[in-house]
């Protein structure tokens, strides 16, 4: 391994692709490298790299009791992490956070339709 920043990083696997060389380097999900370059997860059967981080909601105490519908809507809703990545993607070839949500948003209506629709329990 080589210490160094996401930039550098970014640079020899661009380097690396264009000499059809192999590497290997510390990519995560989602993030627009895996759009671009064709890249796969090696095994870590040593466990040496720490799991996939989780993500969480944090509210208030009482939150889910007070706002029972915001409750059902911030549990319901998904964006599939290929997704993510493509928004991340679109950043990255120079659209604005604003512009490739609204591109996602546009092509999504249905999906965000249903979150709408979501009814509280």
Known sequence: LVEGSTAAMTAALKSAVDRKEW?????????????????????????VFPPPQSYYWIGKKGFSADNPHAREVLASVYVPLAD??????????????DEAI?????????????????KAE
Do not use: C
């Open 102 to 118: 609204k591109d996602w948003t546009d092509s999504h209506a249905d999906l965000l339709k249903r979150w709408e629709n979501i």
């Open 84 to 97: 993510i990545t493509a928004i991340n993607s679109a950043v990255n070839e120079g659209k604005t956070m």
């Open 23 to 47: 590497i290997a380097v510390t990519i995560w999900e989602p993030s627009w490298m895996m759009q671009k370059y064709d890249v796969k997860f090696l095994k870590d059967p040593k466990a």
